[in-house]
């Protein structure tokens, strides 16, 4: 029972490692215009991603990857020249300010996040898990 719960875990993984490839050449492929298409991503494909990437085991360069093909898209969409940096495309002191979220940021806050949650935690099962006395 436990190596089927452990190969479904794995599974998972790797279904979340692939669904940001499927989502932006599906959103690619749609009729919509290049900022609607922006918008599709940052709400819809990167919310969906995020739980997952939270959840799952999933090293931060595999993160990083799957940012670098966001950013691809992104910049193809916008009509952005490839020169610019992600610094312009993600900062929000700039003058010009996008609203998109970069998502190795946000993955890396979830899991702070994440382990601060757990470290605050008084349940006395998590503090087991934790070592904690």
């Known amino acids: 029972m436990i190596r089927f719960i452990h190969e479904r875990y794995q599974k998972r993984g790797l279904e979340t490692v692939e669904l940001p490839t499927q989502g932006l050449l599906a959103n690619n492929r749609c009729g919509l215009q290049g900022k609607l298409k922006v918008w ?3 709400f819809m494909l990167i919310s969906k991603l995020l739980w997952p990437l939270l959840v799952y085991e999933i090293c931060s360069t595999t993160v990083e990857a799957t940012e670098a093909k966001i950013t691809k898209f992104t910049r193809r ?4 020249p490839p020169g610019l940096t992600d610094v312009a495309m993600y900062c929000h002191k700039a003058k010009l300010r996008l609203p998109l979220e970069s998502i190795l940021e946000e993955y890396k806050c979830g899991k702070v996040r994440l382990l601060s949650m757990l ?3 008084e349940d006395p099962v998590v503090n087991t898990l934790c070592n904690r006395p």
């Open 77 to 80: 969409w916008l009509g952005v």
């Open 119 to 121: 470290e605050d935690s």
């Open 40 to 42: 599709c991503l940052q």
